[in-house]
């Protein structure tokens, strides 16, 4: 049984024996679409205020780039479940069991993420060129910097579990 990540790769399973845990799986997806986008929006305003010359002013707070991100995650999430409700199977000889790659998933996921950046701009009235654009860029990166901050924190926690280990088996040893 494998466990989709992205609820793009639930719209073509061809697995009927998991695609009701699947389905599952993409209205949760669906549902906390909201606080995934505000989260990865968070993320990019803040990556581009921290590589971005500072010594101009911010073109909006982190509370308005959460705010743009949960009203597109809100908009894709209500596209979501739409999708969901009207999903159909393709037929089995057609489309082959589709197995989602990591980089094409996180390819999509930053695609969706500025989609819903520039929605969520319009929503809250954000009509200016650079500020549109300094949220999809935000947007844009923002899935990319949360896997970083995700397995980069991993990796350390790994990495000082093991030398705990190899430090008790030293003192073991003794």
């Known amino acids: ?102 980089f094409s998933m996180l390819c999509k996921e930053m695609a969706c993420s500025a989609v819903a950046s520039i929605i969520g701009a319009y929503a809250d009235g954000f009509h200016d060129h650079c500020v549109l654009f300094f949220l999809t860029i935000s947007g844009f990166l923002g899935p990319f910097i949360f896997l970083v901050i995700l397995f980069g924190v991993l990796g350390l926690v790994i990495a000082v579990v093991r030398n705990i280990a190899k430090l008790k088996s030293c003192w073991v040893g003794y």
């Open 1 to 102: 049984m494998t466990l989709q990540t992205s609820i793009y790769s639930t719209f073509w399973l061809n697995d009927s024996s998991d695609s009701s845990n699947n389905r599952n799986c993409a209205f949760a997806e669906a549902i906390i679409s909201p606080a995934k986008y505000a989260l990865f929006q968070i993320l990019g305003y803040h990556f581009l205020l921290a590589a971005h010359q500072l010594d101009a002013t911010p073109p909006l707070s982190s509370f308005s780039a959460a705010k743009v991100g949960a009203f597109g995650g809100t908009a894709l999430g209500l596209f979501y479940v739409f999708m969901l409700f009207k999903r159909r199977n393709p037929p089995r000889n057609d489309v082959p069991y589709l197995e989602p790659h990591a």
